[in-house]
T-cell receptor
Framework: GNSVTQMEGPVTLSEEAFLTINCTYTATGYPSLFWYVQYPGEGLQLLLKATKADDKGSNKGFEATYRKETTSFHLEKGSVQVSDSAVYFCALRNNNNDMRFGAGTRLTVKP | GAVVSQHPSWVICKSGTSVKIECRSLDFQATTMFWYRQFPKQSLMLMATSNEGSKATYEQGVEKDKFLINHASLTLSTLTVTSAHPEDSSFYIC???????????FGPGTRLTVL
């Protein structure tokens, strides 16, 4: 079945450090891939998405590229801020519109 | 973007009582709504999918008689946890997909604590 595996956290970085959160997936067909962010006390918010191979999603300085050959969708940001502290979820949506989420990675950015 | 609200945001109840959680799409019509459960430091687990005007489809292992879902209108779905027990304590999150069907919008979640 479809599944998502993402890097276990927690991840702690200093402000302006480079961020990578790994995400790999298993799916049949051609899923769409997503990164969601959950700030403390809030619901999930869509951060970025990619719907086909080689697409790059980007938003708020975050980027992720849909790599079919490695079945990956790693999240990156060149310079994190304290306000980026949150839990990040990688997710896929298959052709049946079912979504599957990774376990989440908690990021803490220290000033 | 589209907004999904949940009410209440948190609830504490005694074991054996029933609790109803509402999920509303505030500025769009949602033909499909989803209910998830999130355990501490874990991912979201899909419990059920509800389509307006029809019975919900439950994921394997989710008791449909315990978690009653009603999706009576295009803007409201409710989840009722019947005869709640401490092991039902969790964070319940709903999401709604608009008629165009391209994206899911998530509610802020409801934290249920059963004493």
């Amino acid at each position: 079945g479809n599944s998502v595996t993402q890097m276990e956290g927690p991840v702690t970085l200093s402000e302006e450090a480079f961020l990578t959160i790994n995400c790999t997936y298993t799916a049949t067909g051609y899923p769409s891939l997503f990164w969601y962010v959950q700030y403390p006390g809030e619901g999930l918010q869509l951060l970025l998405k990619a719907t086909k191979a080689d697409d790059k999603g980007s938003n708020k300085g975050f980027e992720a590229t849909y790599r079919k050959e490695t079945t990956s969708f790693h999240l990156e940001k060149g310079s994190v801020q304290v306000s980026d502290s949150a839990v990040y979820f990688c997710a896929l949506r298959n052709n049946n519109n079912d979504m599957r989420f990774g376990a989440g990675t908690r990021l803490t950015v220290k000033p | 973007g589209a907004v999904v609200s949940q009410h209440p945001s948190w609830v504490i109840c005694k074991s054996g009582t029933s609790v109803k959680i509402e999920c509303r799409s505030l500025d769009f019509q949602a033909t499909t709504m989803f209910w998830y459960r999130q355990f501490p430091k874990q991912s979201l687990m899909l419990m059920a999918t509800s389509n307006e005007g029809s019975k919900a489809t439950y994921e394997q292992g989710v008791e449909k008689d315990k978690f009653l879902i009603n999706h009576a209108s295009l803007t409201l779905s409710t989840l009722t946890v019947t005869s709640a027990h401490p092991e039902d304590s969790s964070f319940y999150i709903c999401s709604a997909r608009d008629i165009a069907g391209d994206e899911q919008f998530f509610g802020p979640g409801t934290r249920l604590t059963v004493l």
